[in-house]
């Protein structure tokens, strides 16, 4: 299987369609990482979720998915932009037991934040009142877009796949088509979803509806850290508590948290942390 996201189309009715298979992006979202499984899955389930939600960019910028919840995992958030470049990561989740989402979770928001390079972010905020991430979403899309939305997510820690049915902005209602195309996809089952490409899936669910399955693109894993971005974060701690941490350790070593790339920074690189000048040594 080859990491792919591929847009369809209904010819006869308005309603478009994401799909997406996940598995050296997903690997490589995982590797460095020793997430319990449930976690894994759940993390799966969010990069899956955030390329079929970033196929609807239609500028430069990003996507991301993020959930600060009190459930067993404090922080998730998947991060994509419009080159399909992802990353992820689940924070202070080391302990996490559970595969379920609402004990995963717990009370809280998901955050689906917009940052396009040119113009100003955009934030939906949506409660975790479903019983998966699939489930929230659509109650995003009902609650803040007024767009019938369909999703089914699955992951297993070596793969990932979703799809997506969405009525068109545009197109005037029509529930008897829209419940016969979601009552076709509601019978995949997660092992299907999981195995099968785009092409056989929509065949197999929709060979009596005429559809146009457009050119797959292939999402990545890439993280976007950079030594400019590692130092404003290391800057917001204050020149006091980056001095003390040169003169005991001889440098500040830190790492990002979503590739585990090193960065270190010594003496001479203080002016450029605080915008100040060198700390003096006694
Ligand atoms: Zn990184």
Redesign the pocket.
Same mark, same amino acid.
């Given at each position: 299987m080859t990491d792919a996201l591929q847009r369809f189309i209904f010819e006869n009715c308005e309603v478009r369609g994401e799909h997406v298979q996940l598995q050296q992006a997903y690997l490589d979202v995982l590797a460095s990482h020793h997430y319990p499984p449930g976690v894994a899955n759940l993390l799966g389930e969010f990069i899956a979720a955030a390329s079929l939600l970033s196929a609807t960019l239609k500028f430069e910028g990003s996507l991301s998915l993020q959930v600060r919840g009190d459930g067993e995992v404090p922080l998730i958030m998947a991060e994509t932009n419009d080159k399909l470049e992802m990353?992820a990561i689940a924070q202070g989740a080391s302990e996490a037991m559970s595969s379920e989402f609402q004990r995963l979770l717990g009370g809280g928001q998901l955050a689906i934040t917009i940052d396009p390079k040119k113009g100003s972010r955009y934030q939906g905020i949506v409660s975790l009142d479903g019983t998966s991430l699939a489930e929230c979403l659509e109650n995003y899309f009902r609650q803040s877009e007024q767009l019938s939305t369909r999703l089914w997510l699955c992951a297993d820690g070596q793969r990932a796949s979703g799809l997506m049915l969405q009525e068109l902005p545009s197109a005037a209602p029509n529930p008897d088509q829209w419940q016969h195309l979601t009552m076709l996809a509601d019978t995949i089952t997660d092992e299907e979803l999981l195995s099968t490409d785009a092409e056989t899936l929509l065949y197999r669910l929709y060979h009596q509806d005429p559809l146009r399955l457009f050119e797959p693109k292939q999402p990545r894993f890439k993280?976007? $850290?950079s030594r400019e971005r590692i130092e404003t974060a290391l800057g917001n701690l204050g020149d006091a508590e980056l001095s003390s941490i040169l003169q005991e350790q001889g440098q500040i070593e830190t790492h990002?948290?979503? $590739?585990?790339?090193r960065y270190t920074f010594g003496a001479a690189d203080f002016p450029q942390l605080t915008g100040a000048g060198a700390p003096t040594r006694h």
């Open positions: 990353r993280c976007s $850290c990002c948290e979503f $590739c585990n790339r």
